[in-house]
């Protein structure tokens, strides 16, 4: 690499870091509503991108400043000056952090919109021979307020339609805060069909609670607005309730809860929401928080066979490869991503649809579930 070259990159970075940090200062201290809400999200993500490869090569750097300083005391006589840093440490070290900074790079720009179909199918031997190779569509965490790319969406949207699932059941987290972001996606979203229609159930951001309101009248009409606009876009919206769904003169439970978790707002009423279903009935579940199952659904005495749920978002970053899956939000929820199973009762955590917080995704992509219900032989 020539010399100039070499120069131009190292300012580059420096200035890149100093203007980042002006501008969060004057966020701070001088206009905090000069940046849009969905692009905070944009700005997290750089920030970020600058913190994270520089975290990850500090330790090594500093064991290499201990060995240097530990070389220097004890052979100080024979050198001239104090060593400076061996100029392969320093290559591999910048190879090192190369990696998160373009993996990062790459979940901001194409990562979050880089949508998945993951399929399973399921066997049930109590399941109705009527919903025998039935499929349902799951999406879960839209996080509306953080998009930016209609056509990116669109073809999120489109995905999931053709599918062509009996059922699209969305699981929760329609928007970050407030019925307002939904405004310039209820279009898009309206074109989601299904010929059993679409269910969908309540997330812990729906209901408002990170959002400053002028009185809790504010906070009440927005959610009822929220709910609203789903039943304008051709949503079922279940709030502790079940619909039945019949095919063939035989039937299944969809039962619908709202938020409820161990470390989250406990809104829903599982008892309530399964007062009607009958006891020798098949029942598929819809309840955000993963939490839920182990807390509730598994030890309800009328069995709830599929539990479908989202929230974790997979953490937004991870890695998931044949054979190994890892993120550091499971060391926080039991079932974090993808199929778990007790015996014959099932949980699907959903990875999202949308994002929230870091603006992209790492190893963890936008999510679009397929689950098929086989009846055992």
Not at 163 to 190: M, P, R, Y
Request: hydrophobic share 45%; glycine share 8%; aromatic share 14%.
């Amino acid at each position: 690499m020539q010399p100039n070259t070499r120069q131009a990159i190292h300012w580059a970075y420096w200035v890149f870091d100093f203007l980042l940090i002006l501008f969060i200062l004057f966020l701070l201290f001088v206009n905090p509503k000069f940046l849009p809400a969905k692009y905070i999200f944009v700005l997290v993500s750089f920030v970020l991108l600058s913190i994270i490869p520089k975290l990850l090569i500090v330790p090594f750097l500093l064991l290499e400043d201990i060995s240097r300083l530990g070389d220097y005391a004890l052979h100080y006589k024979s050198y001239d000056s104090y060593p400076a840093r061996r100029k392969f440490i320093g290559q591999l070290l910048l190879g090192v952090s190369a990696v998160p900074f373009l993996a990062i790079i790459y979940g901001m720009s194409k990562g979050k919109y880089n949508y998945k179909i993951h399929h399973h199918t399921l066997h049930f031997n109590d399941l109705p021979d009527a919903f025998d190779n039935f499929t349902i569509t799951q999406l879960s965490d839209i996080h509306c307020g953080s998009f930016t790319d209609h056509e990116a969406v669109k073809r999120g949207i489109e995905l999931a339609n053709s599918q062509k699932s009996d059922l699209i059941v969305f699981t929760g987290d329609l928007v970050n805060n407030e019925s307002i972001e939904l405004d310039e996606w209820q279009s898009l979203f309206a074109k989601l069909s299904a010929p059993f229609g679409i269910y969908s159930i309540l997330g812990n951001h729906d209901y408002g609670d990170y959002a400053e309101w002028p009185s809790p009248a504010a906070k009440e009409a927005n959610l009822n607005r929220l709910k609203q606009m789903q039943k304008e876009m051709g949503w079922t919206l279940l709030i502790d309730e079940h619909a039945k769904l019949e095919r063939s003169g035989q039937s299944l439970n969809l039962v619908g809860v709202q938020n409820w978790g161990k470390n989250f707002a406990r809104y829903g009423n599982l008892n309530k929401a399964m007062s009607t279903v009958d006891a020798n009935s098949f029942t598929v579940l819809l309840s955000h928080d993963p939490t839920h199952w182990e807390a509730e659904a598994l030890q309800h005495p009328k069995p709830i066979h599929l539990t479908l749920a989202g929230h974790t978002h997979g953490m937004q970053f991870g890695i998931e490869i044949p054979g190994f899956r890892w993120s550091a939000v499971k060391y926080i929820y039991n079932q974090w991503a993808g199929l778990y199973n007790k015996g014959n009762k099932y949980i699907n955590v959903n990875r999202g649809f949308g994002f929230i917080g870091f603006s992209g995704r790492v190893g963890i992509w936008p999510e679009i579930s397929v689950i098929t219900l086989k009846k055992q032989a």
